[in-house]
């Protein structure tokens, strides 16, 4: 009898959350600025336990419950931009998760993890806003991540949990299902957001049936098609 196939899994650097706060640049509160948590972390159907979302028009909700950036992108970010802060920690693009080894090709809409005891699956990917182009005091950054796809992605929750981080604890994102082949992170992105539907006008109809995706985007999808 053959061995099972190991899941792929992916280190965790930090889950962050933080509390809302008005900035002057914004003229309006956010919680953009996550901070690295320590010890014990309570994963909730909303998200973090104790993490705030200030607009709640835009940002949080079961299928918002937790934003995702790949770490792997602050280099790439450097090159172009020097050493513009907060690029280079865990919590530059306002996200709850920060890991390596994991980008919106890779990624599935659909894709199960494990974290810790909690169980998530993506939802979506991230429409980027204006607060980051205040964030890294550059006009250019929304109009960047929409032509490279660095958008990062969400996860809504399927079972609640908890889970360990901090100093010499070895936390991984674990995989436990996989999604939609066709529907990685970076087409969909590409099609909902970066313009993409103009040349993929089939796929829209798809989206805007598929039950895996946000009800939000399977909404943007209904519209793009006029």
Excluded at 121 to 126: A, K, M
Excluded at 157 to 176: F, K
Excluded at 203 to 221: G, I, N, V
Aim: net charge neutral; glycine share 10%.
């Amino acid at each position: 009898m053959m061995a099972a196939m190991p899941q792929p899994s992916y280190p965790v650097l930090a889950l962050l959350a933080a509390k809302a706060r008005f900035y002057p640049a914004f003229n309006e509160p956010s919680a953009i600025a996550k901070q690295p948590l320590q010890g014990r972390v309570t994963i909730t159907r909303e998200g973090i336990l104790g993490d705030e979302q200030a607009d709640r028009r835009y940002h949080g909700g079961p299928d918002k419950a937790l934003h995702h950036y790949a770490f792997d992108h602050h280099a790439s970010w450097a090159q172009s931009w020097g050493e513009a802060l907060p690029l280079g920690q865990p919590g530059g693009f306002g996200e709850n998760i920060a890991t390596t080894g994991l980008v919106e090709e890779q990624v599935l809409l659909g894709d199960r993890f494990r974290l810790g005891t909690a169980l998530i699956e993506v939802s979506h990917g991230r429409q980027p806003c204006f607060k980051l182009n205040h964030r890294f005091n550059r006009a250019s950054v929304v109009a960047e991540i929409v032509k490279t796809g660095r958008c990062g992605w969400y996860y809504r929750v399927i079972e609640e949990g908890h889970c360990e981080v901090g100093a010499g604890v070895d936390l991984r994102l674990e995989q436990v299902a996989e999604g939609l082949a066709q529907w990685p992170v970076a087409r969909l992105f590409r099609v909902l957001v970066g313009g993409g539907h103009k040349a993929d006008s089939a796929a829209l109809a798809e989206l805007a049936a598929l039950p895996q995706l946000a009800e939000a985007w399977r909404t943007r999808a209904r519209e793009l098609q006029g």
